[in-house]
């Protein structure tokens, strides 16, 4: 490598892993990652401890700055990007209060209906009805479940923000994932006093908004050392990790789409202004970019499933995935991929997973099967909660380390009738839109660039109409009408 143009590093905090990338205009040119564990310590409760953020995000710039040798020297600012959602609450002197709580975290379910009751208006003022996934009702239940702790709370910061925190001293957050609070008022893109009031939220207590091409501080001195990098250098606000995943692949324009494959999974949408649409549970949230909106569906589950599963058996994901090739499909059992919950379309934080239909003869290849063919069948609900409006995108690209499988990519393409690209680099996702963030706010790149599409390299095509895969489709939606009300708490 000897090109002399600059160098921008993203950091993206996801829910297994802290994974650092070094780009050079659109291209990634090292990378690393540091993984990461969740704790549950009661069902439905999801925590990671805010300090192995910390750790990872120093393992793993450390890495990619050891691969860039001597051209560490051109890196010329650092971009965030990270999980959403996730409540970080501090005392008075910005040191963690608790483990944060994360986004697949369900226990505010009883929160979310007292915020309901409160606010009957608020899902069209916030973007989407209150679920347990969002900051504001993790609030109230801190309030009204650990109030000695409540009481010393002085500052509340998203994931990312935190690690920001630490980078470069600020409280600050950007515009998307500010739109993941539910204290947002996504029309006109500033908090919301009512929505803060509503969810015993001090709305002195939250960070700055900004979009996520600014610059909000430089690297303090400590975190320099620790990650292998000169002190002052420029750090940028970034984005939450559906937004700037779809910085990474051109989202930024109004009819771009793309199909999200990590921890979680998303089908997002970049759409002309603020739209709404509650009655589906389709989030209408504020892109990380000035004046920009975009929808999206949110599953809980995303890739995890074949993770879990692998786990399980002891194997890794790549041999469970090749093994399903050899499934009979007509045999397979019907899975449900609900490990914690979903958000869209049921907004259910207390379905869980199931397999139906296990006989003598059911071999891994088929159990294999039926849980890829799971994690597409929530893509295809995520398609019809879209309606008309996802006809305006000619096609959807595909982000996230779940990208990997062509097989899986492939059933989401059937399932959902969607046209699907991957292109090099796919797997990089939010970070790599991190780093791109940053080099326009170091005014290396014009923004009108961060709408430029990748080249795909592989195309998905759906395939003929499957009569199999539409009969296995409506048992899993009626596999899940008869098991939901039995995982209901009030039992």
Not at 32 to 47: F, H, K, N, T, V
Not at 428 to 435: F, I, M, Q
Not at 438 to 460: F, H, K
Not at 463 to 475: H, K, N, P, Q, V
């Amino acid at each position: 490598m000897n090109d002399t143009q600059p160098i921008f590093l993203g950091l993206d905090l996801g829910s297994s892993a802290v994974k650092a990338v070094a780009a050079r205009n659109h291209s990634v040119i090292a990378q690393a990652s540091a993984e990461l564990s969740i704790q549950s310590c009661r069902p439905g409760w999801s925590e990671q401890c805010p300090d192995d953020w910390i750790n990872a995000a120093a393992v793993a710039c450390r890495a990619v700055v050891d691969e860039l040798g001597s051209e560490v020297s051109l890196v010329a600012g650092v971009g965030l990007s990270g999980q959403m959602h996730g409540a970080t609450v501090l005392d008075a002197h910005g040191q963690p209060l608790r483990p944060c709580i994360l986004w697949n975290d369900s226990r505010s379910a009883p929160e979310c209906r007292v915020l309901e009751e409160r606010l009957p208006g608020l899902a069209m003022r916030a973007g989407v009805p209150p679920m347990p996934g969002f900051t504001a009702p993790k609030l109230l239940w801190i309030a009204r479940h650990e109030p000695e702790l409540y009481a010393r709370i002085r500052h509340i910061l998203l994931p990312k923000d935190y690690l920001g925190l630490w980078l470069h001293g600020e409280l600050v957050t950007d515009r998307s994932d500010a739109a993941g609070t539910l204290w947002l008022d996504e029309a006109r893109g500033d908090w919301d006093r009512e929505l803060c009031e509503i969810s015993a939220t001090d709305p002195a207590w939250l960070p700055s908004i900004h979009p996520g091409t600014a610059r909000v501080g430089g690297l303090r001195s400590e975190a320099a050392k620790a990650c292998g990098l000169p002190a002052g250098l420029s750090v940028f606000a970034g984005g939450g990790d559906a937004a700037t995943g779809a910085v990474s692949i051109g989202a930024t324009r109004p009819g771009r789409g793309f199909v999200s494959l990590g921890t979680s999974g998303q089908l997002f949408l970049c759409t002309d202004g603020y739209r709404p649409n509650p009655a589906r549970m389709v989030h209408a949230f504020a892109h990380t970019l000035p004046d920009t909106h975009y929808q999206m569906a949110c599953m809980l589950n995303g890739a995890r499933p074949l993770a879990w599963y692998a786990e399980i058996l002891g194997c890794p994901v790549a041999e469970l995935v090749a093994s399903a090739a050899e499934a009979d499909r007509a045999r397979a059992p019907i899975f449900l991929p609900y490990l914690t919950g979903e958000r869209s379309p049921h907004a259910d934080p207390y379905i869980r997973g199931a397999f139906f239909g296990l006989e003598d003869a059911t071999r891994r290849a088929e159990t294999a099967y039926a849980v890829m063919e799971a994690i597409a069948f929530t893509f295809a609900d995520a398609a019809e909660s879209f309606g008309e409006s996802l006809d305006a995108a000619p096609h959807l690209l595909a982000v996230g380390g779940g990208t990997r499988s062509e097989a899986l990519l492939q059933l989401i393409a059937d399932c959902t009738g969607r046209r699907i690209g991957r292109s090099d680099g796919a797997e990089a996702g939010p970070a790599l839109g991190a780093a791109l963030l940053a080099a326009v706010g170091a005014g290396a790149m014009d923004q009108t660039e961060l709408a430029r599409s990748p080249d795909v390299t592989l195309w998905l095509e759906p395939g003929e109409e499957d009569a199999l895969i539409a009969d296995r489709l409506t048992r899993y939606r009626a596999l899940y009408d008869a098991l939901a009300p039995l995982s209901q708490p009030d039992r």
